[in-house]
């Protein structure tokens, strides 16, 4: 049977006009046979335990191309595949033998080579492509790694002291889910049920929005400057509110509701599922773009206003994925995402000016999750680009790194790793859950493999571990849909969740696709695009006048002008009238409609400055101290307030004229950390008149910074003509994630009338 169905692949490739044994082709590689072709380079499986390459790399890159992999551990405990073709099984092979390697000593996940230690959304999201599955227990290990003494998850380090600006903490709860539905395992539930619960509670009442979305930063694009324009500080991140993150959430709030499930609580369970929802909702409200079938990949400036109108393909993946994203738009968003040459990227179109690592960059553990999301939507050519994007730099580079430059492929970017854990789990995710698809669900084991055409033939899965059962998996022939199925010689219907309790000790399970062609799908390969530089602007007065003017951008077609996150005009020039009171930004627009980040925010609104009561010049330490008279020290009147956990709440009088809506924020300095980093974010709780009005985030603004004074997020408060009495003071969901020190000095108040 086998040597008949290669023989047909040979003839269906003939007669289509397509060079015989052509799995994938791309401008930028092809996959043909057992050997991966880029350029002059190529890779191929000398054997299934060894793959060689004649790759060459940039000189001088602080990684050495490795051009051969061989086994070095032994695998006969995991997973054993059999195929037609000795690369794909030397790529899985390299996946499992590279899995073996990341198992540190105390049973933990390393993050990658050059990595050490557990990461919160590293971890977790390898353990949902296929650790839960391979690795449960080093999974369960890992995941208590991320929980602090408070019983809460950990946010990783990141942008400006980590939570609650970096705010992707709770896919650690979709990652303890799918070790519950590989092990169904309840007392696991019991425990991480409670960690969920505090976690999600504690986001209530400090990371979510007006609108009712997560605030905070995009899910691992955790380097701002990479993602962001350059003007953006952590404390505006901090406000913005991303796509993937929010997708992510909602899966979330959908798995806590599943463990509550599980552990009888009903009312609990309808309760979680109900903002499961509402939050999915609203995130495809806020950031579907019709006019280009995919949603956009964050919000910013004043009140949110302004969406970020970039594809980002890790949140479209699980949009799709968790059924975020509505049934008939995931099939729009599968024809509509741009892919490149050498796969999907992190984003697009690329920032100009940044190099390459989130910008410029495909992630494999980011290009598997889209081409699991291609699998579902049906779309048979992106599966086999989005497989070809995973598995060409595996054996080219003989090893799994951690990401690559969209402009050629290589693996010269900012910063690199091999055997990174998240993409060996993509790659050995593809194989399982696609080719032999492997769906683990909460009652029981579904297969329902989705098998391009290229890749018909007949393969084995031998030796999987599933609930303490070994199940060999046999699949024959190609398409989208199973013509039959049969566990230990019985007939079971396709679609069928086979529950634990009917398998034996060791199984087999056959799988006979209908090898009916899957309808055909759009893939919308465009080039590697990168967009207009961000305009600087500014104010200036003329004639008594007001004028917003920037400079000219290279290229450009036209600006737009924004009042307030609005556009209010179109123009050629590089001037408008700015006489109206508010906060103005331009957009610089190329000929071919490509949009640039809005430039930083201009306000012309009337100030307001309180300071702080009973200021003085209290920061005395190691790295600074503040002289009286030193007109570099930043700050204003008298002084400042030093805050930190143990501080008495700081209670500011302010008086108003006129009733409105006013914006509210302070001027403040954190030296505790680096911009890009750690875990020392202040965080403090605002009162009016007793009444609750937000959260004051003021992020890290560098090591030992302390004469560098900005401006926190702003809050929205509503006031009447008079006294108000304005309290800021640490509540117990002001903690962060350092919980030790939550520090930072306050200069002045600062009211904005809208």
């Given at each position: 049977m086998?040597?008949?169905?290669?023989?047909?692949?040979?003839?269906?490739?003939?007669?289509?006009?397509?060079?015989?044994?052509?799995i994938?082709e791309?401008?930028?590689?092809?996959?043909?046979?057992d050997?991966?072709?880029q350029?002059?380079?190529?890779?191929?499986?000398?054997?299934?335990?060894?793959?060689?390459?004649?790759?060459?790399?940039r000189?001088?890159?602080?990684?050495?191309?490795?051009?051969?992999?061989?086994?070095?551990?032994?695998?006969?405990?995991?997973?054993?595949?059999?195929?037609?073709?000795k690369?794909?099984?030397?790529?899985?092979?390299?996946?499992?033998?590279?899995?073996?390697?990341?198992?540190?000593p105390?049973?933990?996940?390393r993050?990658g080579?050059?990595?050490?230690?557990?990461w919160?959304?590293?971890?977790?999201?390898?353990?949902?492509?296929?650790?839960?599955?391979?690795?449960?227990?080093a999974?369960?290990?890992?995941?208590?790694?991320?929980?602090?003494?408070?019983?809460?998850?950990?946010?990783?380090?990141?942008?400006?002291?980590?939570?609650?600006?970096?705010?992707?903490?709770?896919?650690?709860?979709?990652?303890?889910?799918?070790?519950y539905?590989?092990?169904?395992?309840?007392?696991?539930?019991?425990?991480?049920?409670?960690?969920?619960?505090?976690?999600l509670?504690k986001?209530?009442?400090?990371?979510f929005s007006?609108?009712?979305l997560?605030?905070?930063?995009?899910?691992?694009?955790?380097?701002?400057?990479?993602?962001?324009?350059?003007?953006?500080?952590?404390?505006?991140?901090?406000?913005?509110?991303?796509?993937?993150?929010?997708m992510?959430?909602?899966?979330?709030?959908?798995?806590?509701?599943d463990?509550?499930?599980?552990?009888g609580?009903?009312?609990?369970?309808?309760?979680?599922?109900?903002?499961?929802?509402?939050?999915?909702?609203?995130?495809?409200?806020?950031?579907?773009?019709?006019?280009?079938?995919?949603?956009g990949?964050?919000?910013?400036?004043?009140?949110?206003?302004?969406?970020?109108?970039?594809?980002?393909?890790?949140?479209?993946?699980?949009?799709?994925?968790?059924?975020i994203t509505?049934?008939?738009?995931?099939?729009?968003?599968?024809?509509?995402?741009?892919?490149?040459?050498?796969?999907?990227?992190?984003?697009y179109?690329?920032?100009?000016?940044?190099?390459?690592?989130?910008?410029?960059?495909?992630?494999?553990?980011?290009?598997s999750?889209?081409?699991?999301?291609?699998?579902?939507?049906?779309?048979?050519?992106?599966?086999?680009?989005?497989?070809?994007?995973?598995?060409?730099?595996?054996?080219?580079?003989?090893?799994?790194?951690?990401?690559?430059?969209l402009?050629?492929?290589?693996?010269?970017?900012?910063l690199?790793s091999?055997?990174?854990?998240?993409?060996?789990?993509?790659?050995?995710?593809?194989?399982?859950?696609?080719?032999?698809?492997?769906?683990?669900?909460?009652?029981?084991?579904?297969?329902?493999?989705?098998?391009?055409?290229?890749l018909?033939?007949?393969?084995?899965?031998?030796?999987l571990?599933?609930?303490?059962?070994?199940?060999?998996?046999?699949?024959?022939?190609?398409?989208?849909?199973?013509?039959?199925?049969?566990?230990?010689?019985?007939?079971?219907?396709?679609?069928?969740?086979?529950a634990?309790?009917?398998?034996k000790?060791?199984?087999?399970?056959?799988?006979?696709?209908?090898?009916?062609?899957?309808?055909?799908?759009?893939v919308?390969?465009?080039?590697?695009?990168?967009?207009?530089?961000?305009?600087?602007?500014?104010?200036?007065?003329?004639?008594?006048?007001?004028?917003?003017r920037?400079?000219?951008?290279?290229y450009?077609?036209?600006?737009?002008?924004?009042?307030?996150?609005?556009?209010?005009?179109?123009t050629?020039?590089?001037?408008?009238?700015?006489?109206?009171?508010g906060?103005?930004?331009?957009?610089?627009?190329?000929?071919?409609?490509?949009?640039?980040?809005?430039?930083?925010?201009?306000?012309?609104?009337?100030?307001?400055?309180?300071?702080?009561?009973?200021?003085g010049?209290?920061m005395?330490?190691?790295?600074?101290?503040?002289?009286?008279?030193?007109?570099?020290?930043?700050?204003?009147?008298?002084?400042?307030?030093e805050?930190?956990?143990?501080?008495?709440?700081?209670?500011?009088?302010?008086?108003?004229?006129?009733?409105?809506d006013?914006?509210?924020?302070?001027i403040?300095?954190?030296?505790?950390?680096?911009v890009?980093?750690?875990?020392k974010?202040?965080?403090?709780?605002?009162?009016?008149?007793?009444?609750d009005?937000?959260?004051?985030?003021?992020?890290?603004?560098?090591v030992?910074?302390?004469?560098?004074?900005?401006?926190?997020?702003?809050?929205?408060?509503?006031?009447?003509?008079?006294?108000?009495?304005i309290?800021?003071?640490?509540?117990?969901?002001?903690?962060?994630?350092?919980?030790?020190?939550?520090?930072?000095?306050?200069?002045?108040?600062?009211?904005?009338?809208?």
């Open positions: 086998l040597n008949i169905l290669l023989m047909a692949s040979v003839m269906s490739g003939a007669l289509s006009g397509a060079a015989p044994n052509v994938v791309t401008d930028a590689y092809r996959w043909e046979g050997t991966i072709f350029s002059e380079f190529k890779a191929w499986a000398v054997s299934p335990e060894e793959i060689q390459s004649t790759y060459k790399g000189p001088g890159y602080f990684m050495p191309v490795e051009q051969t992999w061989k086994r070095r551990n032994d695998l006969s405990s995991y997973p054993r595949l059999t195929t037609g073709n690369l794909h099984e030397a790529i899985f092979n390299m996946g499992l033998d590279e899995m073996v390697n990341a198992v540190e105390d049973t933990t996940l993050t080579k050059e990595w050490a230690g557990v919160t959304r590293d971890v977790s999201y390898s353990i949902i492509l296929s650790m839960a599955a391979l690795q449960p227990e999974s369960k290990i890992s995941l208590m790694k991320k929980v602090n003494p408070s019983g809460q998850i950990i946010q990783d380090t990141g942008s400006g002291g980590a939570w609650p600006v970096s705010t992707d903490r709770m896919v650690w709860t979709l990652a303890a889910w799918e070790i539905k590989t092990t169904g395992d309840r007392k696991w539930i019991e425990k991480v049920y409670p960690i969920v619960v505090r976690s509670e986001d209530e009442k400090t990371v007006n609108k009712g997560v605030k905070g930063e995009t899910s691992f694009i955790d380097w701002r400057e990479q993602s962001y324009p350059r003007w953006m500080q952590t404390a505006d991140i901090s406000q913005s509110e991303a796509m993937n993150t929010n992510m959430y909602a899966a979330a709030l959908k798995a806590a509701s463990m509550a499930a599980v552990l609580k009903k009312k609990e369970s309808s309760e979680w599922l109900k903002k499961a929802e509402a939050l999915g909702k609203i995130v495809d409200d806020t950031f579907w773009m019709d006019d280009k079938g995919y949603h990949m964050f919000t910013y400036g004043p009140d949110g206003n302004i969406l970020n109108p970039r594809a980002e393909s890790l949140g479209e993946s699980l949009g799709i994925l968790y059924d509505p049934a008939d738009k995931q099939m729009i968003a599968s024809q509509s995402f741009p892919q490149t040459p050498f796969g999907v990227p992190i984003f179109p690329q920032i100009s000016d940044m190099p390459s690592y989130h910008n410029n960059g495909l992630w494999p553990f980011v290009a999750f889209w081409t699991l999301a291609q699998a579902k939507a049906g779309n048979e050519d992106a599966v086999l680009q989005g497989i070809g994007s995973v598995f060409r730099p595996a054996a080219l580079f003989a090893t799994n790194k951690e990401n690559l430059n402009d050629n492929g290589d693996f010269f970017t900012e690199n091999s055997n990174m854990l998240w993409s060996l789990s993509g790659n050995l995710a593809i194989t399982m859950r696609i080719l032999f698809g492997i769906h683990y669900e909460k009652d029981g084991l579904l297969i329902s493999p989705f098998v391009p055409e290229t018909k033939g007949v393969r084995t899965l031998e030796n571990d599933y609930r303490g059962k070994k199940i060999n998996i046999t699949v024959e022939g190609f398409g989208a849909n199973v013509k039959s199925i049969t566990l230990n010689g019985r007939n079971i219907k396709p679609g069928e969740v086979i634990p309790s009917s398998l000790s060791r199984n087999e399970i056959m799988v006979v696709m209908d090898d009916v062609r899957i309808p055909e799908m759009k919308n390969n465009v080039a590697n695009l990168k967009a207009p530089l961000t305009p600087v602007a500014w104010f200036e007065t003329e004639g008594g006048k007001s004028y917003l920037w400079n000219p951008i290279e450009i077609g036209s600006y737009e002008v924004l009042l307030n996150g609005h556009k209010v005009g179109t050629r020039t590089t001037s408008w009238d700015a006489s109206a009171p906060v103005w930004q331009v957009v610089g627009i190329s000929g071919d409609g490509t949009p640039s980040f809005a430039s930083q925010p201009r306000d012309n609104r009337l100030l307001a400055v309180v300071e702080m009561p009973g200021e010049l209290s005395v330490s190691d790295e600074i101290s503040y002289p009286a008279t030193e007109p570099s020290a930043g700050y204003s009147g008298q002084g400042f307030v805050v930190s956990g143990a501080s008495s709440p700081l209670e500011i009088n302010v008086t108003v004229d006129e009733a409105g006013y914006d509210l924020s302070v403040y300095a954190n030296g505790n950390g680096p890009n980093t750690e875990n974010a202040a965080v403090r709780s605002v009162a009016v008149d007793g009444e009005a937000g959260t004051l985030i003021m992020p890290h603004r560098g030992g910074n302390w004469n560098d004074w900005g401006e926190s997020n702003s809050l929205k408060v509503s006031l009447l003509p008079g006294n108000h009495l309290s800021i003071s640490y509540m117990p969901e002001d903690e962060n994630m350092n919980i030790v020190t939550n520090h930072a000095l306050i200069d002045r108040l600062q009211l904005r009338k809208r």
